[in-house]
């Protein structure tokens, strides 16, 4: 079975692979095809696809954006977005921008609480769209503990850390990659809202009853029952699936490419409804 990985990051966001190195990993690892997907931003796609284009690798131009809504953060996965667009380019800049505020914010919480970490080292990600676990990478080099460890610790709502971020509606996200011609996936439901797995759910079906086109069925941190759940949902809607590892490279450890934590695997027969749901022929 040939396989793909629609959920990955590079050092345009929050990643640490270049977008080179990711293109060569990925054609190193045997995928079919890739999705570049860094938040807010699609400043690592030239590179991607010059890369994608000299090794043979087939890339899917994606974004990742942020929303709320009843107060929980979703993350909606782009694919297929026309990157080139001005207008999109736009929008998405305008979104990205609020980051920048909430970054500063929570990095002086943390000083403030005698946290070895200061506003101005976030100077070294001068240039890319920064977000938590860029925070938590300056927290891992300074014996904190590692990315994913620091970021639930300390920069998750609830934490000593946390900084809420001005976010668009559902909707105005999934209109935003609609108009670049983009199908719009609900990103890792298990993580809307860890304490309540039905209220995740809840929360993802209204955001495909906003226009979303589906959501990830298959993800690094699904268990058999959120497998289970995401699939009922997609029968239920009839809609799109998509899945991903959420590759940040060395900011998440034994978090693999491909085969996320260890079992993963996306097919590449998901991108056949997404094209034929676009009117896309792919050679």
């Known amino acids: 079975m040939q396989l793909c990985d629609l959920h990955a990051h590079t050092t345009a966001s929050d990643g640490s692979y ?3 190195e990711l293109v060569r990993y990925a054609r190193e690892k045997g995928l079919a095809a890739l999705a570049v997907t860094d938040h807010d931003t ?3 796609l030239p590179e991607a696809e010059d890369q994608a284009g000299r090794v043979g690798l087939r890339l899917i131009p994606g974004v990742e954006l942020s929303t709320r809504l009843e107060g929980r953060d979703i993350h909606i996965v782009g694919l297929f977005v026309r990157w080139r667009d001005p207008d999109f380019q736009s929008r998405i800049r305008a979104m990205g921008a609020t980051r920048d505020q909430r970054n500063y914010d929570m990095v002086q919480k943390l000083a403030d609480n005698g ?6 080292d976030l100077d070294r990600f001068r240039g890319r769209v920064v977000t938590k676990a860029n925070i938590g990478a ?3 080099e300074r014996g ?3 990315v994913k460890e620091v970021v639930e610790k300390y920069l998750v709502r609830g934490r000593i850390g946390y900084v809420a971020r001005k976010m668009p509606a559902p909707e105005e996200c999934i209109d935003t990659i609609h108009r670049a011609g983009g199908l719009a996936f609900v990103a890792h439901t298990n993580q809307i809202d860890r304490s309540d797995r ?3 759910v809840s929360l993802c079906c209204q955001v495909l009853d906003m226009g979303a086109d589906g959501l990830e069925t298959l993800y690094c941190e699904f268990d058999d029952d959120w497998r289970a ?3 009922a949902i997609a029968r239920e809607y009839g809609c799109l699936r998509s899945g991903g590892s959420d590759f940040h490279g060395k900011y998440k450890k034994g978090l693999d490419l491909m085969t996320g ?3 993963l695997a996306v097919p590449v027969s998901l991108l056949e409804p997404m094209e034929a749901r676009l009117g896309l022929t792919h050679m």
């Open 261 to 263: 934590y260890s079992g």
């Open 229 to 231: 759940r995401t699939e």
């Open 18 to 20: 270049t977008p080179s």
């Open 138 to 140: 300056i927290l891992m």
């Open 144 to 146: 904190y503990g590692e």
């Open 42 to 44: 699609v400043d690592g």
């Open 115 to 120: 946290f070895d970490i200061r506003p101005e």
């Open 198 to 200: 039905d209220h995740s």
